[in-house]
């Protein structure tokens, strides 16, 4: 196979959102925090939305990425406490792939901690082939090829040869 049409996970991003409560923010940095054991960033309002009582500059969530060996680690825990099973919605068409976690007890090796709770978080897979840098790199940014681009196919077959995941119908 060309080197050039290997698909790769580029990051994986782990997300919780807590709205304008505070203190679901903090169980959630600490959750993250315990899963991961990487520093977080606060997600920051930009908008002002009256009736939720969001005003911008307002924490509403926090994130972490992970790169590399580290995150396909945390990507196989994080798939077996799906049973390795994800929906075929959960692919889109540009290769990447996003799930959520309900309950963070499911995840394999990962204990209940009562000053955190039952709470869930999102998953985001970013997946790319070498070459992905001409579209993001500050000069001489080009478009990607038709050919060069992960197809949602693509993606699916690779999540079942790498982890083998099957698609819940």
């Not at 911008?56 to 969530?61: M, N, Q």
């Not at 709470?119 to 790199?137: A, D, E, I, N």
Request: proline share 4%; hydrophobic share 35%; net charge positive.
């Amino acid at each position: 196979m060309n080197p050039m049409r290997q698909i790769r996970i580029e990051k994986l991003t782990l997300n919780i959102g807590a709205g304008t409560n505070q203190d679901t923010l903090k169980k959630g940095m600490k959750l993250l925090k315990n899963l991961t054991g990487k520093d977080l960033v606060k997600t920051i309002s930009q908008k002002r939305i009256p009736s939720w009582g969001v005003r911008p500059g307002l924490p509403v969530g926090c994130k972490t990425i992970l790169r590399g060996e580290e995150a396909e680690k945390i990507l196989i825990r994080l798939i077996a406490a799906k049973d390795n099973k994800l929906n075929e919605s959960c692919f889109d068409s540009q290769g990447n792939v996003a799930f959520g976690i309900h309950e963070y007890i499911d995840v394999p090796d990962l204990n209940y901690d009562p000053s955190i709770g039952i709470m869930g978080f999102q998953v985001c897979v970013t997946l790319s082939r070498p070459g992905y840098r001409v579209k993001y790199r500050k000069k001489l940014n080009r478009k990607l090829g038709k050919g060069h681009i992960i197809t949602k196919e693509e993606s699916i077959a690779f999540f079942k040869q790498k982890f083998g995941i099957s698609l819940n119908e």
